[in-house]
């Protein structure tokens, strides 16, 4: 009948679509939406006369009776469909698996790549050149060879193309973040195609094809059109990232780039050579990156849903915050510590200038922490973006680090609940202050005054709120380092002394002071929600991520229903499965 190249798409092609839409949607940004268009544009006309060339020569064959009828350039109705749903199935797996990612990351060149690449990325010209002279000989020849040559001549030079531009950045990804957008929904196709041939709704002609089946009914030749054009969309996509990633590391950073992305900066971009890259950059990303992934999975988990240029210089903040606490936390006594945070200080001095010295230059802060640091970290302090970030909330992190060191002597600076509170604002509010300025400046949507100073108060509010839920999960890794956050007074009400929570972490006493710092800090998380909303869309939901995936550690310990750190002994954990839930919940609704 007339419908069954359309029931094809009824039955599987739109519905696969629509679960997918339903799963991704929540993690769709803006360019992710460009994305999806640029592709489906660009393959629906780089596939429309080679199709129409196919049909017109008598290559491809559609019953009458298997389709509707209305024709573009001799292309059926739904084949021409079936160009914009085989993009889009294949797009929204590449973007569900390479969500995660900093794409920047992985950008290189040349010399920064192994000898393995190189040779590898030659070895896939050779290939690609190699099978575009064979397409040219089978096609020439004609006959049986005819299609695979056509398929082979269409395909391969645009997969040189993308090979030679975006190589070096294609295998340094993921294989997982490749190989999976190609491979699924090719066997989910090769099913389809297998089934639609054997009812003939279309059909290769026999002098045109090797005759040669994969399985069933599945022609050799369907089989690798379905992994070429799935593997031409993802080379795109590749291609798409790249040049994304290239404007992301640029913005901000050298004059003449622009911030919005066009057609053009995109092309710009992802032209660009290599070769004038800026790697320290690069690196620093890399690093960044590294330490976030080991040092936060709430907070990796919800970066991924940034916009990528706020993204790099939220994990350029995270990552000088982590430098900075590890410094002093790793000293081997108070004074290494209270030297460390003295240098620190020092570099912000350098950067920032003080009352009487203006700020310093690019090479004298430079040469300052090279000479102060130690090489690991120095990355983290010449990477954080202090063209954004205001000096204060800096500063005050830092003398935050100095209520840890006193615990260095055996003492406990914690005694009541308003010095739990200055604490938790110099080590936690500052943070969330200077990520709300990034969001400021990133945002293209600009807020009046009296909303930007709500946003930064609800910031400092939730700020606490988050402190109070790391100090509770962290009770006893604290005592195992001869800390104890918890107020004194509060331990004494309960009949304690600092030194049992040291001997004793996981007595019961302990946990119903856990449990009332968990309402503290609810009690904040209450005050400050709310305000949330008066964020620019564009970044509300991931922000509301990031609140709700470190909220809900604190959910977890009420319920007891964490699991072990697989990072840090003794320290609670949000299952992988509820903290995915949590991010694709809070993004649906913000």
Known sequence: ???????????????????????????????????????????????????????????????????????????????????????????????????????????????????????????????????????????????????????????????????????????????????????????????????????????????????????????????????????????????????????????????????????????????????????RRIRGIREAVSTLRKKSRSFYLASAVFPGRLRIDLVFLYSFCRVADDLVDESRSGREALAWIHKLTGYLDHVYGTSGRPPSSAAEVADYVEKNFPMHTRSALELLPTRILPRRPLYELLEGFKTDVVFTDAKFPIKNEADIRAYAHRVASTVGELCLRLVFHHSSVKLPEDKEARLVQAAITMGCALQYVNIARDIRVDAEMGRVYLPTTWLSAAGLAPQDILASPTQPKVEALRQRLLDLAFEEYGKSRLTMDLLPGGVRGPLVVAVESYMEIGRVLREKSYVPSKTKKGRASVPRSRRLWVAWKNLSTS
């Open 1 to 279: 009948m007339a419908y069954e190249y359309a029931l094809v798409h009824i039955t599987y092609t739109i519905p696969l679509a629509g679960v997918l839409t339903v799963i991704i949607k929540p993690l769709l940004a803006r360019r992710d939406l460009y994305k999806i268009l640029v592709l489906i544009l660009i393959a629906f006309f780089a596939t429309l006369p080679w199709d129409s060339y196919l049909i017109r020569h008598g290559i491809w064959t559609y019953p009458q009776d298997a389709v509707l009828g209305p024709r573009l350039f001799e292309i059926p109705v739904e084949e021409l469909f079936f160009f914009i749903i085989q993009t889009y199935i294949t797009t929204l797996l590449y973007i569900l698996f390479n969500k995660p990612i900093l794409h920047a990351q992985f950008l290189t060149n040349r010399q920064e790549s192994s000898p393995q690449i190189g040779r590898i990325r030659r070895y896939g010209q050779l290939c690609l050149s190699a099978a575009i002279i064979l397409g040219a000989v089978l096609v020439g020849h004609g006959g049986r060879g005819t299609y695979l040559g056509l398929i082979l001549i269409w395909a391969c030079p645009v997969a040189l193309l993308t090979w030679t531009f975006s190589g070096y950045f294609l295998l340094r990804l993921p294989l997982v973040c490749i190989a999976v957008p190609i491979w699924l929904p090719t066997l989910y196709l090769w099913a389809v195609d297998e089934q639609s041939l054997g009812r003939g709704t279309w059909a290769i002609e026999p002098g045109t094809k090797l005759g040669w089946c994969l399985w069933g009914n599945l022609e050799l030749e369907e089989a690798f059109f379905f992994l070429a054009t799935n593997s031409l969309i993802v080379f795109g996509l590749v291609a798409f990232d790249r040049g994304m990633a290239v404007l992301d590391i640029l913005a901000d950073v050298q004059s003449g780039v622009p911030r919005n992305t066009s057609p053009s900066s995109l092309l710009k971009a992802a032209l660009t050579d290599p070769v004038n890259y800026d790697m």
